[in-house]
């Protein structure tokens, strides 16, 4: 059975007392969750240690990070590599996100090294793809998504995907508030998982989890997690606030 998530990413907000709080308020809301429903909280660096003891005892709450570097270790000032993550109990990590692909020109080649880092360590990846708005206006975004997949993924073989959840998040619905709609978020998820049916066979498409992200909030996210091939979402904005956030994980236990 395919596992429904809701992955928070934090992206570069709250300090160590504001995240410590949150996650506190996380527990505290007592989250409907079990193995096939499941959480992952994707905090700055700086929180990981601190994260990770917190979530002991959270079950069916996971460790995730938003970032690793490509290369195994040496001299690349500021990095962190894939072994240090999993060294510091992390389970997840977010890879292709497209503020990194905007403003740190990571490419193709690099998201796929990343990937292997990932997944060399024992870390899951949530691989991230999604057009920008001029691919879509243009209705060009299903060969765009299929192209971030074959050149960030579909070097590995089909042994590995057992690890991987993609995320889709149209460029132009992050943090805008603008939401892609139930059918577009359903149209492109069913695209996704027949360009991964292609490659890796029916049976692995089917147990990938595809996760929606962009402007998720718990006033949209039932009618999102209702879509057969939506299985949670990835959640910037709404994850920052226990409330909003716990409204979305339940929005998931429910679909
Ligand atoms: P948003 O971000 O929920 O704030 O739109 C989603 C994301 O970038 O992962």
Not at 61 to 69: E, Y
Not at 132 to 156: I, K, M, W
């Amino acid at each position: 059975m395919r596992k429904k998530i809701v992955a928070a990413n934090w992206k570069m907000n709250l300090d160590l007392t504001e995240g410590a709080e949150l996650v506190n308020d996380i527990f505290n809301g007592s989250p409907e969750l079990n193995e096939n429903k499941i959480v992952v909280i994707a905090p700055p660096y700086i929180h990981l240690t601190h994260t990770s003891a917190q979530l002991v005892g959270m079950n069916h709450v996971h460790l995730g990070a938003q970032n690793c570097h490509a290369e195994p270790s040496g001299a690349y000032t500021g990095e962190i590599s894939a072994a240090m993550l999993k060294s510091a109990e992390v389970e997840y990590v977010i890879i292709g996100h497209s503020e990194r692909r905007e403003y740190c020109h990571e490419d193709d080649a690099v998201l796929s090294k990343k990937v292997n880092q990932a997944l060399a360590n024992g870390l899951k990846v949530i691989f991230c793809c999604g057009e920008p708005l001029a691919v879509r206006d243009a209705n060009e975004q299903n060969a765009y998504v299929e192209s971030q997949l074959t050149a960030g993924l579909f070097h590995l073989p089909v042994t590995q995907l057992i690890d991987i959840t993609i995320a889709y998040e149209p460029i132009w619905a992050i943090g805008t508030g603008r939401t892609a709609t139930s059918a577009q978020a359903q149209d492109m998820h069913a695209h996704i998982r027949k360009v991964l049916a292609n490659k890796y066979g029916e049976t692995v498409a089917a147990e990938t989890p595809i996760l929606y992200g962009g402007s998720c909030k718990p006033s949209n996210a039932a009618e999102l997690f209702a879509c057969p091939d939506v299985d949670g979402g990835l959640i910037g904005g709404a994850s920052l606030k226990a409330a909003e956030f716990l409204g979305i994980v339940a929005a998931m236990s429910n679909a």
